[in-house]
């Protein structure tokens, strides 16, 4: 029909010209049915929306917590513009993934000799029966000019059990009265004093004010797990953090960009890599990413003490493409520890540092942080990826321990005091989940948990109100950033209402979203 109204059109056309004609009408033709098309798609989103394929129909009404669908469903405003999609936990063409982990053995004939707590060296007590008396030679290793060279300090000889660390990351070589040997490295939380000192009166300052909510940060991550994947593999600590923390899950957290940098830098700067100075490797002008605006840096100047530590020295979220950073970013760094523990793991069993899994090695960092600075306030941040960066079966590894240090916080009365978050990047981008069609949806749609103290929203009612409402709309890292700045700046006696910024292009999750986002939604395109 087409080419004979294009033939038509150009039967008055000289015979040499009139290929070229049809040609042009023909583009014409298509162009105005697209664009009429477009227009009518626009013109009525929420219809269009609301008529989504198969993975979007009829989960979330039951109120199963582990059922998966949006908990908002008929419940989103009708002037929500972006309605969130009911994604089915368990959708018939997921279920050839649904695989068990091969069990994580890390065991060797016995366990690790030296472990840290609480600040301090020990020597494990099985040690000292199997082997008589240990003696340990404790070498400092430190961080060299930049994110990628460590040094070595001067050693301790001995180093005595229930002595103070020196630095976070240490080797240890040890030597029992039976000849028996061993060395490995290891991380523990450094206190530093001086750190204490300067900014102990920062704090109190803040409190005096009124200005703050004097709540901690508390924050861990899997790289590359949806909202739906973390249900699916972590279900224990997801009950927990639902059921008995009484967290709150954002079901509309959207990523703004693909890739790992793409989710932190406007989480943890609030900018996007295009607004951020060049920083990738090779590129004219670039420098490293020490001047970025970094949310740590404001948390420094009111006196928190703070954490960072990633796993995967050779993949760092800002030294894979970028040049990293040349001072240290946070009083506490894991990176050091990875660039000196790496080599060493071919040694052990997958995922094991010794007779210990490395994921607990992580989190065993973060529950010392949380330890050594009881009395200060503080930011800590552990994101863990060898588990799901690739595949995801292996997460279910982490469930039991991940559970247990969350009843440790709670237990120990550190989420008395915190903002604690539970989160990821995005969700699969490499597994073969991704090819489906609900693993398309879910590769966007990360998990993001909240969970403020108990006592917040007694005091707070509006501002928990518009949490949970929150939870249930659009929201983005430009959002979380946001927060982080207003838990700063957010009076004691104050509440949440309909409208606050927290500074740059996000909404603070305290106050009332119109589900639509606005610039905050812009994408952080990849660079090459």
Known sequence: MLSLTATMICLHIRP????????????????????????IFLSS???????????????????????GGSSGGADQSSSQECVLPELVLWHP????????????????????????VNGTFRISREAVEKHGSVMCIYVPIL???????????????????????TSDVFEAKCVGSDGAVRTNVYVGVAPKEDILSQRKVRVEQQRSSGSSLDLDILMFGFDSVSRLTWMRNLPNSYRYFVEVLGGTVLEGYNIVGDGTPQALLPLLTGKTEQELPEARRGFSGA????????????????????????????????????????????????????????????RYQPNCLGSQPRHLNMMNWMRDFVAVYAQRRKFSFVFHSEYSHDGYTDLKNADG????????????????????????????????????????????MPFFGVRFPAWFAARHPGAAANLEAN??????????????????????????????????????????????????????????
Not at 143 to 162: A, I, L, N
Not at 316 to 333: A, E, I, S
Not at 410 to 421: K, P, S
Not at 427 to 439: L, S
């Open 471 to 528: 939870s249930r709309r659009l929201v983005t890292a430009f959002d979380v950033h946001a927060t982080f700045h207003d838990l700063l700046d957010f009076p004691v006696d104050g509440d949440g209402g309909d409208g606050g910024d927290g500074g740059g292009d996000g909404v603070c999750l305290l106050f009332l979203s119109d589900g639509i986002a606005g610039d905050a939604v812009r994408f952080a395109s990849d660079p090459v």
């Open 16 to 39: 040499n010209r009139r290929y070229f004609c049809r040609r042009i009408v023909l583009f014409l033709i298509v162009s105005f049915s697209l664009l009429a098309i477009y227009t």
């Open 287 to 346: 420098v490293t990413v020490d001047g970025h605006p970094w949310i740590w840096k404001d948390l420094k100047r009111l006196g928190y003490v703070t954490q960072w530590g990633e796993d995967g020295s050779n993949i760092g979220t800002f030294t894979y493409r970028m040049l990293g950073f040349r001072n240290q970013p946070v009083d506490h760094y894991l990176r050091t520890f990875y660039l000196a523990a790496d080599r060493d793991f071919r």
């Open 45 to 67: 989103p929420n219809d269009v929306l609301g008529k989504l394929p198969y993975p979007f129909q009829g989960a979330g009404k039951s109120g199963d917590l582990l059922r």
């Open 401 to 444: 321990d991940l559970k247990d240090l969350l009843e440790h916080l709670n237990r120990t009365g550190a989420l008395d005091r915190a903002m604690l978050v539970l989160m990821s990047d995005h969700g699969a981008r490499f597994q073969n989940v991704r090819n489906t069609e609900q693993g398309k949806y879910e590769e966007r």
């Open 143 to 165: 961080r060299g000019k930049d994110d990628f060279e460590v040094s070595r300090g001067s050693p301790v000889k001995p180093m005595v059990d229930g002595a103070r660390l």
């Open 93 to 116: 063409e997921l279920t050839v993934y649904r695989k068990d982990p091969k069990p994580l053995r890390c065991s060797e004939s016995e366990s690790n000799w030296v472990y840290t």
